[in-house]
């Protein structure tokens, strides 16, 4: 299956590009939450951040910084949401960072899905031990 991101980023696709490097290409959602809602995707098909080489992560986040200020400026917005999903409610499987702007009362609250909190201190260490295990895990196969 084409990946449409890829497409666009060849210039194959229609896609309201907004920024283009050797690094990068950036372009307007094709369904915003506002105007002025970026896609920032690496220009190498890579599914996730973790299939992300470590030398491109740094270059990719220079330019999500880049589009998030020029959003905030050319959209006159206060601030602006920047956010990626991994797997789950990925529509596309190409890596992308969402660059929205954000105004005050815009009718977005916080995060988009509900949040709750541990049950206890106990449960809160456990998961912590957990990511902490997996982080040691990784490390020693690396």
Known sequence: MECLFCAIVAGEADGHRVFADGTAVAFL????????HVLVVP????E????????????????????????????????SFVAANNRVSQSVPHFHVHVVPRNRKDGLRGFFWPRGRYASEGEAAEVAARVRAALEDRAAED
């Open 29 to 36: 959602d094709a369904r915003p939450l506002f105007p002025g």
């Open 43 to 46: 220009r190498r098909h890579a």
């Open 48 to 79: 996730t951040l973790a299939d992300l080489r470590p030398e491109e992560i740094g270059p990719f986040f220079a330019r999500v910084q880049r589009i998030a200020g020029a959003v905030e400026r050319g959209m006159g917005a206060a601030g």
